[in-house]
């Protein structure tokens, strides 16, 4: 067990890391500019079109993290393997690394397999996972606003299987979990800005899922919250092109086959 600054133990830290900058990020994009010429969906759409207010939004997101650090502190419970001096021995870089790729290819697959059941099972979607549609226009704050059932199966237990299929130690874990928090956050913001190092990088990203929050790609685009492999691979991928509105921003159009 090794304490950052002496004050808090790896374990600690990433239970309660991802919990911070989840609200660190989507409260710095929640404080910008109202931005219209970057927006996928106008400041109307928005305020249409989502079923819930901004303050059931935090009331669930809140709930979930609770399910989460309760889930969070038991699994480093019950995998600590500090050395008889207390402290865990840390692998090298590179394998650090492979254990992240591991981690990130492991958690996507669970996501896509448990997020596409869940639009394929009428049952699941209408009582559990809609509550997550209800924010047909995507922002910030939301990203994990879930049924509190699925932020435990797709979200908690996601990062859990991927932690321990890794072999990743506590303290390489606090870096995936925020990483993994801070793509999840954007993923959902309803920006595209330019220069988005998640939009250069991933072609997962903001408009990618903005397209399975609209109706007429609600069965594509499952894979989250990294790469579009499953996607591609199974028949769900759906191809997108941004059009500028004469008004100002984008929108993520289908392209016609």
């Known amino acids: 067990m090794v304490f950052w600054v002496g ?7 990433g239970t309660f890391a991802p919990l911070v900058v989840y609200w660190l990020y989507a409260g710095f994009y929640q404080l910008l500019p109202p931005l219209d010429k970057y927006r996928l969906h106008t400041r109307t759409e928005e305020n249409e079109k989502n079923l819930v207010p901004l303050r059931t939004v935090i009331k669930g997101v809140l709930l979930q993290q609770f399910a ?17 001096s207390g402290r865990t021995v840390q692998p090298s ?13 492991v958690m996507d697959t669970w996501q896509y397999f448990v997020h596409r059941y869940m639009h394929q099972n009428k049952f699941l979607y209408r009582h559990i996972h809609s509550q997550h549609h209800r924010l047909v226009v995507p922002y910030a704050i939301g990203a994990l606003y879930n049924h509190p059932l699925e932020g435990l199966l797709l979200d908690t237990f996601g990062g859990a299987i991927s ?34 190092i998640f939009h250069l990088l991933f072609q997962n990203n903001t408009a990618y899922h903005d397209v399975h929050h609209q ?28 059009v500028k509105r004469a008004e100002g921003g984008f929108e993520a159009r289908l392209k016609k086959e």
């Open 215 to 242: 109706l007429q790609g609600l069965k594509f685009n499952y894979s989250q919250p990294f790469f579009s492999i499953w996607d591609k691979l199974l028949g769900t991928y759906v191809p997108y092109t941004l």
């Open 163 to 196: 932690f321990l299929i890794s072999g990743m130690t506590a303290r390489t874990a606090v870096f995936f979990f925020c990483f993994a928090v801070i793509k999840t956050v954007d993923d959902h913001c309803g920006l595209w800005l330019p220069g988005n």
């Open 7 to 13: 004050y808090m133990s790896d374990e600690s830290m």
């Open 93 to 105: 870089l590179p394998v650090q690394v492979v254990q992240f790729i591991i981690a990130m290819l």
């Open 68 to 84: 989460q650090a309760v889930v969070a502190e038991l699994l480093f419970l019950v995998t600590s393997n500090s050395s008889s």
